[in-house]
């Protein structure tokens, strides 16, 4: 079996697949600091944290989107994230993220019983959005 001339980039979230496309490279970030993902990249599986990657397609045109927690796996010069979003980096999904962050938080301070650690996580997403800025 011959393998792909180039990486194969499949993104998975919650509404089905966000990318699935042939591509040159990924470069994104993940618990061990950042990494850059190319075509005959030895088997890996690790974790991608929530910001901004850089997708270089196989024009060599540079593509940004903002990403959430996930989980990745490159193999055979397949490479697949589970991620819970994954958006055009752009003013107006950051604007809608951090909307939707707030509007999260209000809720969850107001909840009688309400988990800390949850809206702890929460503050955390937020002061993130607004970093990537």
């Known amino acids: 079996m011959s393998k792909p001339e180039n990486l194969r980039l499949n993104i998975l979230t919650p509404i089905g697949s966000g990318f ?6 990924i470069g994104f970030r993940c618990t061990d600091g950042d ?4 075509k005959n ?3 890996t599986v690790g974790t991608i944290k929530f910001g ?3 997708i270089t397609d196989i024009e060599n045109k540079e593509h940004f989107y903002l990403i959430d927690d996930g989980m990745f796996c490159i193999n055979n010069n397949l ?3 589970v991620t819970g979003f994954f958006v055009p ?3 107006e999904n950051i604007d809608q993220l951090q909307h939707d962050k ?3 938080y209000d809720v969850l301070t107001h909840l009688p019983n309400h988990d800390y650690f949850d809206v702890d996580r929460e503050i955390y997403l937020i002061k993130k ?3 990537i800025k």
């Open 41 to 43: 990249y030895a088997p």
């Open 35 to 38: 990494i850059v993902l190319f």
């Open 89 to 91: 980096f752009n003013q």
């Open 79 to 81: 490479l697949e994230i």
């Open 102 to 104: 707030e509007r999260d």
């Open 52 to 54: 901004k990657i850089k």
């Open 20 to 25: 699935d496309q042939d591509i040159v490279k």
């Open 129 to 131: 959005i607004k970093s």
